[in-house]
């Protein structure tokens, strides 16, 4: 669930390690996230784990009861982009 998810973040936030999720089989380190309004975007036929928008150079992921944004998380080589997934 998001909650779940927001509360493991939180949980390995600064100074630990920080959350880990692989994208495009790198491992990004997740250290701030929050729930997101349901209401701003269509996310209902994605699939959880895919990236729905991106909002300020933050994504928004679809989790199984809604979204979540990703606000802080360490800098990658990598550019995240709508469509892709985490996995």
Avoid: M, R
Avoid at 15 to 21: D, L, N, Q
Avoid at 59 to 87: A, H, M, R, T, W
Wanted: proline fraction near 3%; hydrophobic fraction near 40%.
């Amino acid at each position: 669930s998001k909650k779940a998810i927001i509360a493991l973040v939180n949980a390995l936030t600064k100074p630990y390690i920080g959350a880990e999720v692989i994208y495009k089989g790198q491992i990004i380190k997740i250290f701030k996230a929050g729930e997101y309004d349901t209401y701003i975007v269509d996310y209902e036929n994605c699939e959880p784990g895919k990236v729905v928008d991106i909002v300020e150079n933050k994504p928004l992921v679809k989790c199984y009861d809604g979204l979540i944004i990703l606000e802080e998380y360490e800098n990658i080589s990598i550019k995240i982009e709508i469509g892709e997934y985490f996995d």
